[in-house]
């Protein structure tokens, strides 16, 4: 899927697909309350007692306010550890929601692909991304069976574009295993577009009547890649046509950063 540019530093932004199951996604069990309630412009308009529900996953702390979704690192005494003992601390876990702060103000700012209104801020010394819930959409993974084919359609034919210089994360099918700080790989190597590296069907809000996007989400692994890394797993709604994209895909993407497979650290079961 190819969005057409209105700026004049980038040709085009490709947002395609880069999912995981949703049942496996981490933030799967929250996503679907974005849905539910009136967007607000200003998504820290809620009085702080106005929580409905909180969500903690190892690495995040989600709290859904009646207007707003707010996710936080989590404290340290709060890490779980692992059988060896060792503590299993999250991996850029600031980097990241500034990464998707940053990247959700350009994208509002020089698009019309459709996202939260959001604010970054402190609190308890703790890194806190506040966004507004979307109204009047579901979930792409939440469209009916029958009625998907219909609705990746209608995706496929949704255009935008953006403009920005912002960090560059490696994709998360490449940054679950290997933790180390990449390389910036040279534009020299291939056109580079905008990326969303996450664009899955739990990260997407559709008209359920239309199947007109009405909001996108999680964009913490955003960046400016060469296109081929959007793969199209959006489509596939079935565990092993997605895992065999990311099987194909791993080789080329580490190519872009100089390294082959064999190169490929597992740190999923350590620590630092």
Not at 66 to 73: D, G, N, R, T, Y
Request: hydrophobic share 40%.
């Amino acid at each position: 899927m190819h969005f057409s540019t209105q700026s004049s530093s980038v040709n085009r932004l490709r947002i395609d697909t880069d999912i995981n199951q949703a049942h496996k996604h981490p933030m799967a069990m929250v996503l679907s309350h974005y849905g539910q309630a009136e967007q607000r412009l200003s998504p820290t308009s809620d009085p702080p007692d106005d929580v409905r529900d909180t969500w903690r996953t190892w690495e995040r702390c989600v709290v859904i306010k009646k207007h707003s979704i707010v996710k936080s690192e989590r404290r340290a005494d709060e890490f779980p550890r692992l059988p060896s003992g060792k503590i299993l601390r999250p991996w850029w876990a600031q980097e990241r929601l500034r990464n998707e702060a940053a990247t959700l103000k350009s994208v509002a700012a020089n698009t019309t692909i459709p996202v939260p209104d959001c604010q970054l801020y402190t609190r308890d010394g703790l890194l806190h991304l506040e966004m507004a819930r979307i109204v009047n959409g579901v979930l792409l993974l939440d469209v009916e069976p029958g009625k998907r084919a219909a609705a990746v359609r209608a995706v496929d034919n949704y255009i935008g574009s953006v403009d920005a210089a912002l960090p560059v994360f490696p994709p998360s099918r490449i940054y679950d295993l290997d933790r180390r700080v990449w390389p910036r790989v040279s534009r020299d190597c291939d056109e580079f577009v905008l990326c969303h590296n996450d664009l899955a069907p739990q990260n997407i809000f559709v008209d359920p009547d239309t199947f007109r996007i009405v909001g996108i989400i999680d964009w913490e692994f955003a960046g400016y890649f060469p296109p081929s890394f959007e793969l199209p797993l959006w489509k596939e709604f079935e565990r092993d046509a997605r895992k065999k994209l990311y099987d194909d895909a791993r080789p080329r993407d580490l190519g872009v950063f100089g390294f082959g497979v064999d190169d490929l650290r597992d740190d999923r079961a350590s620590s630092p």
